[in-house]
């Protein structure tokens, strides 16, 4: 945890390997997204996984209910959200040159149930990669970007308590938990592939 508490560390207690065998048996589709001038800012593959088979996602509750308990536990820690559910989980592989630039999770309004993100999380799911470090910012919910206050995450994670690193990439399993107004990034990918497992808790708005 940071001494600002911008995130959370935790282990996923789940099966990595499993997580990586059923998900990689999906249809992925291509996330590709651009800013309002034209340039990308996200290449990757991703799929989704549900409580359920809706929209075509793989139907995982054990694995859903199991991070939802986490994420409130977590929640009820640090920060104190009032969450109210979770979106379906997000299964992406960043190939060799993939990334996914400085942005935020919360959209620009309210979904039609009134809600908005506020937590988000990605859990680290191997470690033969290099490069693709995620880095996540202290900042409010400004338009603009100030360049201060970044942390590398995946490289704190690397240093023990001695100072030593402890090896290439964050554990698998590891979990980053931060609220959803946090700007953050995964930088390109020069080996590959990086896997992860990202997901959102909703609420209502601030006040």
């Known amino acids: ?15 990595v390997e499993e997580i990586i065998k059923r998900s990689e048996q ?4 291509v996330a590709n997204q651009k800013r309002a001038d034209g340039s ?15 929209d075509g ?6 694995l859903t209910d199991h991070i939802a308990k986490q994420i409130h536990s977590i929640n009820n820690k640090y920060w104190k959200f009032n969450l109210s559910k979770s979106e ?35 859990v680290f799911l191997n470690e033969d990669y290099d490069d693709g470090d995620f880095e996540i910012v202290e900042l409010s ?30 554990s698998a399993g ?8 946090l700007w953050h990034r995964v930088k390109p990918v020069i080996k590959g592939p990086r896997k992860s497992l990202v997901g959102w808790f909703l609420g209502k708005p601030f006040k």
């Open 1 to 15: 945890m940071s001494s600002y508490k911008t995130y959370a560390v935790s282990e996923l207690g789940f099966d």
């Open 26 to 29: 999906q249809i992925f589709k």
């Open 40 to 54: 990308s800012f996200r290449n990757s593959n991703v799929t989704w996984i549900d409580e359920s088979d809706k």
């Open 57 to 62: 996602a793989l139907p995982w509750p054990e």
């Open 88 to 122: 379906p989980l997000q299964y992406s592989i960043y190939n060799e040159g993939d990334y996914y630039d400085w942005h935020n999770d919360q959209r620009e309004s309210v979904y039609e149930d009134g809600l908005v993100r506020k937590l988000s999380f990605t």
């Open 141 to 170: 919910a400004a338009k603009e970007l100030p360049k201060l206050n970044v942390e590398n995450v995946s490289a704190t994670l690397l240093v023990n308590e001695g100072g030593m690193i402890t090896g290439p990439q964050p």
């Open 174 to 181: 590891t979990m980053i938990v931060f609220p959803s107004y």
